[in-house]
């Protein structure tokens, strides 16, 4: 879901003074930064690689990317696997309130795509079942689905659900998010039991997410209630942990 590859204008560098006492590393990522910031490499654009960037205005490698880790740092942009460094908004930060991923990023103008990394429907285990109220072995549905931010991977987001909702489609989950499609079903979400931790991100998140080996991810678990008090989904997500924090408002009694 990544953009093409950005190639910069030839003229791009030309105000930089390679005499200058100023470092050219710092220069270099002053004016990607304020390309950025102007909107002029939008969120989502792909880098040319180092290499190329090098050769073509005449830069070390090192200068080159020394530069980019400043902006990388600065949570502007990304280095993914595969994928290559990648313009950002910058972290998103979420407030710990009862509402969705997709809503949050919609807000913030974030760019929110899906992808349905499978989507079965299968009987409840113990945990699942001890979740949502159900009987071990009741048929619940049960989805996985890859969130990204202006085409960068964000969010592996696995969710289950009772089987009156066995019926949302790979399409309906690629196009809305769920509380979504929660809400035009008539469910009003009232409360949740929410918990948020950190661990190592398994072979399979880092495949989704771009992650070297040896990675950590936030986690949070959440199991919705509605207004009745009955559990209408259970959720088990894991974000990049250097694109994503919690924030929250901490009140003496």
Not at 65 to 86: F, H, P
Not at 123 to 150: F, H, K, M, Q, S
């Amino acid at each position: 879901m990544a953009q093409a590859e950005t190639v910069l204008p030839s003229d791009f560098f030309l105000d930089l003074d390679r005499s200058s006492p100023v470092p050219l590393y710092y220069q270099i990522a002053t004016r990607l930064e304020r390309a950025i910031r102007d909107e002029d490499l939008p969120a989502g654009s792909r880098l040319e690689n180092e290499i190329s960037l090098g050769q073509r205005f005449g830069f070390s490698r090192p200068t080159v990317r020394r530069a980019i880790q400043e902006l990388v740092d600065k949570g502007l942009l990304v280095r993914r696997r595969g994928i290559g460094t990648q313009v950002v908004h910058g972290q998103v930060t979420r407030n710990v309130e009862l509402t969705s991923l997709y809503e949050d990023l919609t807000q913030t103008g974030q760019g929110p795509t899906t992808e349905v990394v499978s989507r079965e429907v299968l009987t409840a285990d113990e945990n699942a079942a001890r979740e949502l109220g159900v009987a071990v072995g009741d048929r619940v549905l049960r989805i996985v689905r890859l969130r990204y931010a202006d085409g960068v991977p964000l969010a592996v987001l696995d969710n289950t659900l009772p089987s009156e909702f066995a019926d949302f489609t790979e399409e309906e989950l690629a196009e809305r998010g769920l509380y979504q499609l929660l809400r035009a079903r008539g469910i009003t979400i009232r409360v949740a039991k929410q918990r948020i931790g950190a661990r190592n991100a398994t072979a399979k998140e880092r495949e989704l997410l771009a992650l070297p080996k040896g990675s950590a991810v936030l986690t949070m678990s959440r199991t919705a209630f509605d207004s009745s008090g009955r559990a209408v989904e259970f959720g088990q997500h894991c974000y990049s942990p250097d694109l994503y924090s919690f924030e929250m408002t901490l009140v003496d009694k």
